[in-house]
T-cell receptor
Framework: ETGVTQTPRHLVMGMTNKKSLKCEQH?????MYWYKQSAKKPLELMFVYNFKEQTENNSVPSRFSPECPNSSHLFLHLHTLQPEDSALYLC??????????????FGNGTRLTVT | TQLLEQSPQFLSIQEGENLTVYCNSS?????LQWYRQEPGEGPVLLVT?????EVKKLKRLTFQFGDARKDSSLHITAAQPGDTGLYLCAGVTGGSYIPTFGRGTSLIVHP
């Protein structure tokens, strides 16, 4: 399998549930990202990991907790979410984060609905 | 925080028509990327432009980076239904490696 794989593709959860999103990249990249995509809004950067170290936390609420055990895997742990957290959550990776034109490779996202 | 404005927000056209979408900012970018996102999928990179005034072609798609590296355009010739999708531009400033995205242009090409 190649590219960036996200699971699950769809997730419905109640506000009191705990769930996790998983991302795996098979590209040998060094940086991994979580983005949130909501209707009529630009892609919002949430977290960045560079060589397994978190380098960006874009003022994300603590109900979202990332984990990067190695450079190929990235998780987003969710707990006590709010309905406004419903969105498409996209994972991405890039080859060399030190290069300004290193493009992002995205997974197909997890469509999250919080009820 | 730089702001990328994309226009138009929505575009619905017939197969065979030409179109241009725009990406504008007051910030100077070291590079600018264009992505296309189809329904149910993640964005896929189309092109990266780096040099002011640069023009790149990808089959029927022509990308231009403004001379001042603050804006870009995407022109599609003879659009086809397969061109349907959300077109996103993303700019990278010299001090960061993380692209900032615009809201995108949603294009529908009717057969």
């Amino acid at each position: 399998e190649t590219g960036v794989t996200q699971t699950p593709r769809h997730l419905v959860m109640g506000m009191t549930n705990k769930k996790s999103l998983k991302c795996e990249q098979h590209l040998g990249h060094n940086a991994m990202y979580w983005y949130k995509q909501s209707a009529k809004k630009p892609l919002e950067l949430m977290f960045v990991y560079n060589f397994k170290e978190q380098t960006e936390n874009n003022s994300v609420p603590s109900r979202f907790s990332p984990e990067c055990p190695n450079s190929s895997h990235l998780f987003l742990h969710l707990h006590t979410l709010q309905p406004e957290d419903s969105a498409l959550y996209l994972c991405a990776s890039s080859q060399d984060p030190g290069r300004t034109n290193s493009p992002l490779h995205f997974g197909n996202g997890t469509r999250l609905t919080v009820t | 925080t730089q702001l990328l404005e994309q226009s138009p927000q929505f575009l619905s056209i017939q197969e065979g028509e030409n179109l241009t979408v725009y990406c504008n900012s007051s910030s100077v970018f070291s590079s600018l990327q264009w992505y296309r996102q189809e329904p149910g999928e993640g964005p896929v990179l189309l092109v990266t432009v780096v040099t002011g005034g640069e023009v790149k072609k990808l089959k029927r798609l022509t990308f231009q980076f403004g001379d001042a590296r603050k804006d870009s355009s995407l022109h599609i010739t003879a659009a086809q239904p397969g061109d349907t999708g959300l077109y996103l531009c993303a700019g990278v400033t010299g001090g960061s490696y993380i692209p900032t995205f615009g809201r995108g242009t949603s294009l529908i090409v009717h057969p």
